[in-house]
């Protein structure tokens, strides 16, 4: 697997671990906001106007990772934490709609090791299915 399951970009860089546990924490940040709006079973999910969402920028070593959303002309370089496992990070792309962060349904894996730097930014909510939040 390369540093990207969609590219041909290759890197070996050591983070320390520190990349790894920003990432980890976002990753807990956002479930912890997605349980505490969370009412009764799945079926009835409601996310309160609390943010459950930190959008950030992946940078690799030699640019910002960006990626295609779907079979369309449109690019993200901004992401949702989804799920950190191990040494990989899935990431929800998130689209710009009239100046507007929003999730989309499209993810990408990355390989932990080859993020060079991230770029965090205000937190936005993102309408999450029930079976994400579990």
Do not use: H
């Amino acid at each position: 697997m390369a540093c990207i399951e969609i590219a041909n970009t290759t890197s070996n860089t050591n983070n320390n671990g520190s990349i790894a546990e920003l990432l980890r924490r976002i990753d807990k940040m956002q479930r912890d906001a997605i349980a505490a709006n969370a009412v009764g079973t799945c079926n009835t999910c409601v996310i309160a106007p609390v943010f459950n969402t930190k959008p950030i920028a992946v940078y690799l070593c030699n640019e910002a990772l960006t990626v295609p959303i779907g079979n369309t002309t449109e690019f993200s370089n901004r992401f949702r934490v989804e799920e950190v496992k191990g040494d990989i990070v899935i990431l929800r792309l998130l689209s710009v709609v009239n100046d507007e962060l929003t999730c989309t349904t499209y993810t990408v894996t990355v390989r932990i090791n080859c993020i060079c730097c991230v770029q965090c930014f205000d937190p936005i909510t993102c309408v999450i299915n029930c079976a994400l939040a579990a």
